[in-house]
């Protein structure tokens, strides 16, 4: 849709219009937010009490401000041509991209229709803006600097953000662009806010259950494997540590998925430990001597603890390129404690029973 608003003559009217839409909640007596409309029957509502109030074949919407958290809490009014025969059934693609200074800008792919159509939409619309507009909502109205007839088109940011804000901005444009092509309308029905109360009850609770379940694996392994199980979990205790310090170094913030990624990894350490060890009782059973079994177990079992790690290591980067928000703090944990664990079961545990064996002669540890 076009937008008139960036027009001379509709710049002047501006507070006409929120004049306008005052007038008509006051006397339709309703408003949009919690005790109110829910926004698709608000902008019914309101074109329809505006009817013949406003030029032929527009639409008012609105565009939620910048310091406004949500519509109800300030809009912008806007009042777009409904007749441009433009929509989101025409778009192929859109997503983000660097330009040549290396800043954000969305690149678009439009249908043959859509090319021709948006060819002379451009060109009959240079000055004003164009808005990109999904479920009713304006999500943003860049401005139209020339006629555009090519199957792709790029939408620049202008100056005055960092890049950080450009980029939110940009995949929020992308993003609308690509949902504006789905066949049903989003409408929200709830919004939830979790209080920093009962997030700080969320993070314990599960820090409970990940130390409870740590303890688990090392009560099991003292127990079932005696000797070897104490330096198991001595292993695991460095690995532990090794990867909260690989994740300080990178700044990163332990959430709730973080904190399932940490009782993840030390579950994936001990799986190695348990193939090193019942490696080394098999060579026992064989009659050679704890040396020669510490060391033929070790060195059988890197192979398949190599694989499984690589493979869940794999997973984790995908997770980490292309998931979001907590899907991506779990697989930063996941991969810190997979590679620290790679060290502290194969290489510190062989290292610990190589000494307690060769130089203390502490067989013993090693026995079936």
């Not at 059934?89 to 997503?95: G, I, N, V």
Request: include cysteine.
């Amino acid at each position: 849709m076009v937008s008139d608003e960036m027009n001379p003559d509709m710049r002047a009217q501006a507070q006409t219009l929120v004049d306008l839409v005052k007038k008509a909640e006051e006397t339709g007596n309703y408003a949009l937010g919690k005790d109110g409309l829910r926004y698709p029957d608000y902008i019914k509502r309101i074109n329809a009490d505006l009817k013949g109030k406003l030029p032929a074949n527009t639409l008012l919407t609105f565009e939620k401000l910048e310091n406004a958290a949500s519509l109800e809490g300030g809009k912008r009014p806007w009042l777009l041509k409904s007749d441009t025969g433009l929509g989101g059934d025409q778009l192929e693609d859109a997503y983000v991209r660097p330009d040549q200074y290396g800043a954000p800008e969305v690149q678009f792919k439009l249908s043959g229709e859509g090319r021709r159509r948006f060819a002379d939409i451009t060109g009959a619309n240079v000055g004003k803006v164009m808005a990109i507009v999904l479920d009713e909502v304006v999500q943003s109205a860049p401005q139209i600097k020339g006629r555009i007839d090519t199957d792709t088109a790029v939408i620049t940011l202008g100056g005055g953000r960092d890049y950080k804000t450009a980029t939110e901005e940009a995949n929020l444009i992308a993003t609308a662009l690509r949902a504006g092509a789905l066949p049903a309308a989003l409408t929200q029905l709830e919004e939830r806010t979790v209080g920093p109360s009962l997030g700080a009850d969320s993070i314990a609770k599960g820090e409970l259950a990940a130390v409870v379940g740590c303890m688990l694996i090392f009560i099991f392994m003292a127990v079932y494997y005696r000797g070897l199980g104490l330096v198991a979990d001595l292993s695991l205790a460095l690995n532990f540590l090794l990867t909260l310090a690989v994740l300080t170094s990178l700044g990163a913030t332990l959430t709730l998925p973080g904190i399932a990624g940490l009782a993840l990894t030390i579950g994936m350490a001990v799986d190695a430990n348990v193939i090193i060890f019942e490696r080394i009782k098999e060579e026992l059973r064989r009659g050679v001597s704890a040396q020669v079994a510490i060391r033929e177990g070790f060195s059988n079992a890197f192979s398949a603890i190599f694989d499984s790690n690589v493979t869940a290591v794999s997973t984790s980067v995908v997770l980490l390129i292309y998931g979001t928000g907590p899907v991506k703090g779990f697989a930063m944990t996941l991969i810190a404690g997979i590679i620290t664990s790679m060290f502290s079961a194969v290489f510190f545990a062989h290292t610990i029973l190589d000494i307690l064996v060769v130089k203390f002669n502490m067989r013993k540890i090693a026995s079936v």
